[in-house]
């Protein structure tokens, strides 16, 4: 006999950036340490900031949400990953693999996916207590719906009921709730059993009567108002409108970061971002790199040419060539390093158009784009301090050159990265090395001469999961939530 599909819930949102991510990861770690057996789950996302699982990537927000669950992360949480490269198109993975380009106007294919997301779905459950689906954007895209993923168009088909959240903390929460309800068709409105609204600041009594009319112009009961959870900044964010760092103006060192279009795997910033002695400074278009930087991090990019000509195009390179003749320090991640070379290749078009570019020549290296793309979780060895950590590979390319005999790191007992004669300009194809707490003050160390702070990334993120657990316990319907997640139609 087979085993009867797992209770699954659906988490959608009003909107992008509402807080669906956040709420799945505590979800998960509030009902894994009541000792379900749970599994996070997004058909599809639309982010370049991805992971590294040992069968392919994922969302990374899907791998913190695995991390919560106390579980390995694995493709079929995210079968569907949209990788954008620009305004035009997206790289296409799909369970994990590279399965080509998605153009703007072929967006109505991503119907033909559903089969697969349905596949992992069923997979995922079959050792599962629960499931915890995360929405992508709003179920109120109705140009969308006829061949939606998702959202509802999953929840239809996979027969899982939904709950919506709104972000009050944007405005128009009120509306924003109806307005979804008023928009959906009769079936999509059925599936959606509850709302709760994130987000909130001040005193909640206030909002009772914007909770009646809620409920009463959609049917829908609230299953709680969550007030804003201030650790969400020292979690891994989903995308780039999730960026943010509080200015330190005591600290000892500067860290500046030109934020470029198409950055990818910008949570190997999150580190630096609890460190108290380090003012991390992001710079947006239109702004000028400090000139009393310490350190410049190019990072990683999913689209290097175009990264570089919106690097040229804003002034960043004149910028860094004068940091450097100041004798400042540089660190490129990824597309950075790609980028800090004498030249990069595509060839192919693997990302954009083919073409070549000149890049800021600050290591001697240049880097070929290739089809194969690697992919993978790593070891690594930091000689210098003589430390070691864990980090990830996700990159097209090889890139050569004499500065690589000076690599910063060893994987595997090879050396990885390069670096210039006097050891201030550094690159390295290397995701979250520093989230180890050796390696990162060790470099820290490096730029001023003094012993870090001691801050312990890795702690924080598992002390934060469980304050974020705690703080969703204490504002949502806990039972309300578990039961609805028992009563799944059939698809």
Known sequence: MSRPAPPALMILGTGSNVGKSLIVAGLC?????????VRPFKPQNMSNNAAATAQGEIGRAQALQARAARITPHPDMNPVLLKPEGEQGS?????????????????GRRGDWLPAVLESFERLGRDADLVLVEGAGSPAETNLRARDIANLGFACAAGVPAVLIGDIDRGGVIASLVGTHA??????????????????????????????TISAATG????????????????PAEDGLDMRCERKPGARLKIA??????????DDLDPLKLEPDVDLVLAESGKALPGDADLV????????????????????DIDILAHRRRGGHVLGLCGGYQMLGRAVRDPLGLEGPPGEAEGLGLLDVETVLDRDKTVREVEVGHPASASRGRAYEIHLGRTEGPDTERAPF???GRPEGAASRDGRV?????????????IRAAWLRRLNGREGSGARYEESVEETLDALAAHLAEHLDIDALLALAQIRSSP
Request: glycine share 12%; aromatic share 10%.
């Open 29 to 37: 770690r509030l009902f894994a340490d009541r000792g379900l057996k």
């Open 91 to 107: 790289q296409v993975i799909l369970q994990g693999r590279v399965a080509g380009r998605l153009g703007s106007r072929d967006f």
């Open 297 to 316: 991090i190019l990072p990683g990019s999913k689209t290097t040419l175009r990264s570089l000509a919106a690097l040229r195009h804003e002034g960043w």
């Open 183 to 212: 928009v959906l068709d009769a079936e999509d409105r059925a599936m959606i059993r509850g709302f709760a609204v994130n987000r909130f600041r001040g005193a909640v009594e206030l909002f009772r009567p914007g909770v009646e």
């Open 410 to 412: 060893t994987v595997g």
């Open 426 to 438: 550094a690159g390295s194809y290397l995701h979250g090395v520093l989230a180890s707490d050796a």
């Open 257 to 266: 970061v030109p934020v470029l279009p198409g950055i990818a795997n910008f």
């Open 220 to 235: 829908w009961p609230c299953l709680g108002i969550v007030p804003w959870f201030p650790g969400a900044s020292r979690l």
